[in-house]
């Protein structure tokens, strides 16, 4: 199993442009989540996902959006981007919202200028 | 003001020398769970604690949950230059979502 893949690794945007952080799991898990790190501020949850076609918004969704056609991909967009949303992107999955570990992905460092 | 706190910011030991970690809710808790990343890199689970009073160990790390479930303290014994990073607890709050609100992170060097 490959677990959580997240592309591209790094990117470089203009303010204003667009573009997706792609995130796959391949281990059947319900439960997604997206999440941005900012130096010395931990993780902050963007949106999170219970199942297919489910979305919910989580601590600091302004500025992006989320869909989940699929159990495995949970694409996250941004569709203005501003030099605040200059960050680490993690996406993450879980099979239980009780109890079970999340395991994340290895991350996308995203630059705006 | 954070839900959850972490103490210290950042830690520098000698290698070999013990050392402990602290993560405070401002709430109960519904379970607790201690990460690691290396710089660069995703997170690594450590350990999750659901029940007051639980304590669990893996290799030379012991997590506590405290009996009012507010507080976990990760506690490394003779530290290596390998648990050097950054450790983070999270926190769910409720069985509803699974959703993980984060403490802001204690990055540890350990000296040689």
């Known amino acids: 199993n490959a677990g959580v893949t997240q592309t591209p690794k790094f990117r470089i945007l203009k303010i204003g442009q667009s573009m997706t952080l792609q995130c796959t799991q391949d281990?059947?898990?319900?439960?997604m989540y997206w999440y941005r790190q900012d130096p010395g501020m931990g993780l902050k949850l963007i949106y999170y996902?219970?199942?297919?076609?489910?979305?919910d918004k989580g601590e600091v969704p302004n500025g992006y959006n989320v869909s989940r056609s699929t159990t495995e991909d949970f694409p996250l967009r941004l569709e203005l981007a501003a030099p605040s949303q200059t960050s680490v992107y993690f996406c993450?999955?879980?099979?239980?919202?009780?109890?079970?570990?999340?395991?994340f992905g290895p991350g996308t460092r995203l630059t705006v200028t | 003001s954070q839900e959850l706190e972490q103490s210290p910011q950042s830690l520098i030991v000698q290698e070999g020398k013990n050392l402990t970690i602290n993560c405070t809710s401002s709430?109960?808790?519904?379970?607790l769970y201690w990460y690691k990343q290396k710089y660069g890199e995703g997170l690594i689970f450590l350990m999750m604690?659901?029940?007051?009073?639980e304590e669990k160990s893996h290799e030379k790390i012991t997590a506590k949950l405290d009996e009012k479930k507010q507080q976990s303290s990760l506690h490394i014994t003779a530290s290596q230059p390998s648990h050097a990073g950054i450790y983070l607890c999270?926190?769910?709050?409720?069985?509803?979502?699974?959703?993980?609100?984060f403490g802001q992170g204690t990055t540890l060097q350990v000296k040689p």
């Open positions: 993450a999955s879980s099979y239980s919202r009780t109890g079970g570990e999340q395991y």
């Open positions: 281990m059947n898990h319900n439960y």
């Open positions: 996902s219970v199942g297919a076609g489910i979305t």
């Open positions: 709430k109960t808790l519904y379970g």
């Open positions: 604690l659901q029940k007051g009073g």
């Open positions: 999270g926190a769910t709050f409720s069985s509803n979502t699974g959703k993980l609100i």
